[in-house]
């Protein structure tokens, strides 16, 4: 418990430097925050344009495929950007490290607050979508809380793994950024998992982030309640517990060193 309750007595302090590194992102910039919507209205169209236009991909279930598309990017780009930033979080901040009394495990959390601006960018735009569409949604929408809740606890697991790992093996983030390419094609995002058959579409949806992005979409197109996914919700949270539980473990196991190799 005190792994996280370090966490929670520095809670301003990482909302400010969340905050400093999403300025810093843009300083120098001329269109600044606009780089915000920018980015994902550009990869937006683009795989719209190379799955709707170039391969004709029909609707999923009857939601427009730019839609359903968007649904399952917002979620994934907020996990990729927690993990593959999670791999610098100790290396990056050598002062922070080396005091004694601030609690590094907190570092991974800086790239929770930063991912979720753009997160919140990636709905607004989602939203606007569903609106000139005409997609409809219900109260169920607002599980979408729960299941982001779901995907930090996930990202989290896996960020504190590989941000320990990276201070020993620095090509611990070459790694994660390959697994996460293969992850993304290897998650139900740009296809629709029924088109697979029934062995292949129970192996795949073993992948927590199947359930994540599955769960957006249910709680906003479809209003598909938690309660309908009891066991897919006690895998993922099986698997997920296991993750956060193995990243503490190898977090503790190696923060005495941290200070010596940063």
Known sequence: MQFFSAIFAKWSVLVNLAIREIRMQYVGSALGVLWQFITPLVLILVFWVVFSVGFRVQPASGVPFAVWLTAGMAVWFAFSEIVSGSVHAITSHPHLVKKVVFPVQALPLIKVFSSFSNHLFFLIILMALMLILGVGTSFHALQIVYYFFCMVALALGIGWTVAALNVFA???????GVLLQVGMWATPILWDINILPQPWRSIFAINPMHYVVQ?????????????DRIGETILFWIITG???????????????QFADLV
């Open 242 to 256: 296991s993750l956060l539980a193995l990243g503490v473990i190898i977090f503790k196991r190696l923060r005495p």
């Open 170 to 176: 620095r090509d611990t983030a070459r790694l994660v």
């Open 215 to 227: 769960g957006y979409r249910d709680s906003l197109f479809y209003s598909v309640p938690v309660s």
